[in-house]
């Protein structure tokens, strides 16, 4: 089984990419809009949680990603065995359905159910998405379409995120409802996007020879593990922002316009900077942007560290600004290099070990930093920057190591004019 790809794509790759990136998008958008809003709709306070609330909230919104990593590696397998369309296109519809039933009511009951079967949903989308993109992708242009489905994915999380706090602002609680059916439409839109472009699309009869003692296979080996475990610690913090990030804002007297600004502002920079990225990790090899990334999120949490303990000097916020986005470099480098140790057979269930890892990640960091901001406050909001500091740089540091002793596993950098 090897995992050799050709250099180049194939013609229909284009369309093929595109649907999943315009339901890639979609998709990543009535999710950021509607968990955005998710601590306000439960607790029915827009502004600031009491502290009876945050361990509830923290709790049912840590049963999405729970939801997807229990399950995802068995979505992984369904997309390898049944092939990578009818998943992600069943996915989408489910989720739309989801979060339209969520809009029914405020109970803790309700919410929980419906968002770990959300996250099983989501878990769908994402290991048959990626493991499209690494299919129809050669080892020359990897990293950039890595990069594209980068850019939608996180654009559409991010312009989710800024609507639903800018909603959080604009209209009364008691309208958030509305909020969860516009996710569902909006998922309906991407699964009739994804179901057109893909029209009298065939995938590979040989799909029905994966067997489960793959999965071992598909798993269970160093070069995968050391590649998705840096994602783990990433979303020990994306988790935490995620979810409280529209509320604290809120209580300490942000308006929610400028929140949603801010981060509109940033993802149109994602959209820009992941592509770019991408080719560059295509011409330049992998492990410089692995390393330029993890310096940069390193340092933008040092340097975030600082303006809470010093306040918003202009150095420090000019010194975020460029870490965040050598941090950006991270994303497509990371995907293009689990892609390229995966094998085509076994690609839908590799792919699904990353959605796993930022599923626990997820959870983990949701659980760790409640536990350190309920008994130390700030103290303990450091010592949870400094662990996502130290374990992303120890864990890139491994991998990078493991590149240098086997260069015969890395692919050939495209040539500069290609």
Do not use: K
Not at 24 to 51: D, K, P
Not at 166 to 179: E, M, R, T, V, Y
Not at 280 to 300: E, I, M, N
């Amino acid at each position: 089984m090897s995992s050799a790809t050709p250099t180049h794509a194939a013609p229909e790759s284009s369309r093929l990419l595109g649907a999943v990136f315009g339901a890639t998008f979609f998709i990543r958008f009535g999710f950021g809009l509607t968990v955005s809003i998710f601590a306000s709709y439960f607790a029915r306070e827009s502004v600031g949680l009491n502290a009876g609330s945050v361990g509830l909230v923290g709790l049912l919104s840590s049963l999405a990603p729970i939801g997807e990593g229990l399950t995802v590696l068995f979505s992984g397998v369904a997309t390898d065995r049944y092939g990578r369309f009818p998943i992600l296109l069943a996915g989408t519809l489910a989720a739309g359905a989801l979060l339209a039933i969520m809009s029914l009511g405020r109970t803790a009951a309700l919410l929980g159910s419906v968002n770990f079967l959300f996250g099983v949903a989501s878990g769908a989308i994402l290991a048959a998405s990626l493991a499209v993109v690494a299919d129809q992708s050669g080892r020359s242009e990897r990293g950039l379409e890595m990069g594209r489905f980068d850019a939608v994915n996180l654009l559409g999380y991010i312009l989710g995120f800024a609507c639903g706090f800018g909603a959080l602002g604009a209209i009364p609680n008691s309208q958030l409802p509305w909020l969860f059916r516009l996710g569902a439409a909006v998922l309906f839109v991407g699964f009739v996007f994804a179901l057109f472009s893909v029209r009298g699309y065939r995938e590979r009869s040989d799909r029905a020879t994966f067997e489960l003692w793959r999965i071992r296979d598909a798993v269970l080996r160093r070069d995968v593990l050391i590649v998705v475990a840096p994602w783990f610690v990433i979303y020990m913090l994306l988790g935490t922002a995620f979810i409280f990030l529209g509320s604290a804002a809120t209580g300490a007297g942000l308006p929610t316009t400028w929140l949603a600004a801010l981060i509109g502002g940033g993802g149109l920079l994602l959209l820009l900077t992941q592509p770019w990225f991408g080719r560059q990790a295509d011409r330049r090899g992998r492990p410089l942007f692995l390393l330029l990334g993890t310096v940069g999120f390193v340092s933008l949490l040092v340097l975030a560290g600082l303006v809470a303990q010093y306040g918003p000097q202009h150095v420090l916020l000019a010194g975020i600004g460029v870490s965040a986005l050598f941090a950006l470099g991270y994303g497509p480098a990371a995907l293009a290099s689990l892609a390229d140790v995966s094998h085509s057979i076994t690609r839908g269930t590799t792919m699904a070990v990353y959605s796993l890892v930022i599923s626990a990640g997820m959870v983990a960091g949701l659980w760790v930093s409640s536990g350190l901001y309920s008994t130390y406050r700030v103290a303990g909001l450091d010592a949870f920057f400094g662990i996502i500091a130290a374990g992303l740089a120890i864990l890139t540091g491994v991998r990078l190591r493991d590149l240098r002793r086997q260069p015969s596993t890395l692919p050939a950098p495209a040539p500069p004019g290609s």
